[in-house]
């Protein structure tokens, strides 16, 4: 799939009405073709911060699901929380970055 094809594929789907949780698998694939990865995956969250949805295309086991979100998600040592309502405040705030 082309650059410019990946585009149209994501317009097409962004113009068919659907909710969000029922259009991101294929927009996530879609994407990929733009932004290569191994996997991807997309979360909802309130206005405090907490995550009320979710979407991945590789989930971990339970267990370790509650062991990230504890040692990322909910620690104060990462703030991943206080960093996400920080970021969707600010007028611009979507980012990108390689670890």
Not at 21 to 27: G, R
Not at 53 to 74: G, N, Q, V
Request: glycine share 4%.
């Amino acid at each position: 799939m082309t650059q410019t094809s990946a585009l149209v594929e994501i317009r097409q789907l962004c113009q068919l009405g659907l909710d969000a949780a029922t259009i991101m698998p294929a927009l996530l694939r879609a994407l990929r073709q733009l932004i290569p990865s191994d996997s991807a995956g997309f979360f909802w969250v309130d206005e405090a911060g907490d995550m009320i949805d979710l979407f991945a295309e590789k989930l971990l086991s339970p267990l370790l699901m509650r062991r990230y979100f504890e040692h990322y998600y909910d620690s104060p040592e990462h703030r991943f929380r206080e960093k996400f309502v920080e970021r969707a405040a600010r007028r611009d705030n979507v980012i990108s970055f390689t670890p």
